[in-house]
Every structure is written in C-alpha cells, then in structure tokens.
C-alpha cells in the first residue's frame, strides 16, 4: 500500500528499519556504555578532566567547522550558503556552544581546586579571560547579530548590501572568535611561563 506524496511520487505507508539506522541509534549508546566503563574505575579529577575536554572539543571543533565553512561559502561568494550558515551557527550557538563552554569552564574550576593549580599563573588567567571575552562576543555580538541578520535578509533580501555587510561583520568576529578559543587550547595544554 502506499500514499501520494507532495510531488507525486508513491511513498510506501510502511516502512521497515535499515542497519543504518540502528546503527545511528545503537552506536552513540554502546560509546557512551563504554565511556561509562572507562570512567568507571577513574579518580574524580579525571572523570571531570575527560567532561571538560570533551565538552572543549564540541566547543571548539563546532565554532572551527562553522568559521570555516562561512569561510568557504564567502570566498565562492555563494550568500544562500552563508545565510544558511549563519542560521545553522545562531542555533548552534545557544544550544551547544554556550552550554559546552559553560561547562568547559565549570570543570575547569573544579579541575583547578582539584588538582591544587592555583590561579597565581599566566596559563590560567590567559584561559579564564579568553574564555570570558569568547563568552561576551558570543552572548552580546554573535547571537544578537546573527538574528538581526535574519531579520535584515527576510526584509531586504539575501543580496542587499546592508546584509552582505553585516553578515562580513558576523564573518569575521566569528572568526577572530575560532583563534582565541584555539589559543585558550593551545595555551591549556601547553601552560606557557608555568613555572
């Protein structure tokens, strides 16, 4: 049996799960079972340092890959891809770049009481102002722009200049962003002038 579909072709009414759909389903469970199981037997201070690092690496992982596919898509001057990037980056950013550096900060404070650290040196007050100023400009310049942007393309159109400029604005202090989150990486796995 099957049903009409918007453009005329036959959908089928019943459909049957493929491995790979299992295979989306029953992956992330067994790697989080297992990364329950390699935690399971771990001093504290390595369980929060595994959650911080994590939650680092979606953090920074995701604002890299969105920087560099605006990047991309700026240089093909393609702004349907932009706009849709930016779209993609505005929710992005509240529902996993925020909450990941919150909590990247959060296990790192725990991290440092800890693990005895102290905030006496130049890699931990490096870390805690980037990470600041990289909340600030998310929170108070790259969401609220992001959405005036939408607002700008619904009313002006994608190709109107006011949008290409604010959306070159957006580009390139997401961009500035993505360095100084690596520089924090950089600067907490290297701990320069820890003496």
Same mark, same amino acid.
């Given at each position: 049996?099957?049903?009409? @579909?918007?453009?005329?072709?036959?959908?089928?009414?019943?459909?049957?799960?493929? %491995?790979?759909?299992?295979?989306?389903?029953? *992956?992330?469970?067994?790697?989080?079972? +297992?990364?329950?199981?390699?935690?399971?037997?771990?001093?504290?201070? %390595?369980? %929060?340092? #595994?959650?911080?690092? +994590?939650?680092?690496?979606?953090?920074?992982?995701?604002?890299?890959?969105?920087?560099?596919?605006?990047?991309?898509?700026?240089?093909?001057?393609?702004?349907g891809?932009?706009?849709?990037? *930016?779209?993609? =980056?505005?929710?992005?950013g509240?529902? !996993?770049?925020?909450? #990941?550096?919150?909590?990247?900060?959060v296990?790192?404070?725990? +991290?440092?009481?800890?693990?005895?650290?102290?905030?006496?040196?130049?890699?931990?007050? /490096?870390?805690? !102002?980037?990470?600041?100023?990289?909340?600030?400009?998310?929170? =108070?310049?790259?969401?609220?722009? =992001?959405?005036?942007?939408?607002?700008?393309?619904? @009313?002006?159109?994608?190709?109107?200049?006011?949008?290409?400029?604010?959306?070159?604005?957006? !580009?390139?202090?997401?961009?500035?962003?993505?360095?100084?989150?690596?520089? !924090?990486?950089?600067?907490?796995?290297?701990?320069?002038? /820890?003496?």
């Amino acid at each position: 049996m099957t049903e009409s @579909t918007a453009t005329g072709a036959q959908a089928p009414t019943t459909t049957s799960r493929s %491995f790979y759909w299992w295979l989306g389903i029953v *992956g992330p469970l067994l790697g989080l079972g +297992l990364a329950v199981a390699f935690l399971a037997n771990t001093p504290w201070y %390595f369980v %929060f340092e #595994s959650v911080h690092v +994590l939650f680092a690496i979606l953090w920074l992982g995701g604002g890299t890959a969105i920087t560099l596919l605006a990047w991309r898509a700026n240089r093909a001057k393609d702004t349907g891809d932009l706009l849709m990037i *930016g779209r993609q =980056a505005e929710w992005l950013g509240t529902r !996993i770049f925020t909450p #990941s550096s919150v909590i990247v900060l959060v296990m790192g404070i725990v +991290l440092m009481h800890k693990g005895h650290w102290g905030y006496d040196h130049f890699w931990t007050l /490096f870390g805690l !102002i980037g990470w600041c100023v990289s909340f600030v400009v998310g929170a =108070a310049y790259l969401g609220p722009q =992001a959405g005036k942007l939408g607002k700008l393309m619904e @009313t002006h159109g994608p190709d109107d200049p006011a949008v290409a400029a604010r959306l070159e604005r957006i !580009i390139n202090v997401a961009r500035t962003d993505a360095v100084l989150v690596l520089l !924090i990486a950089i600067d907490m796995v290297a701990k320069p002038f /820890f003496t």
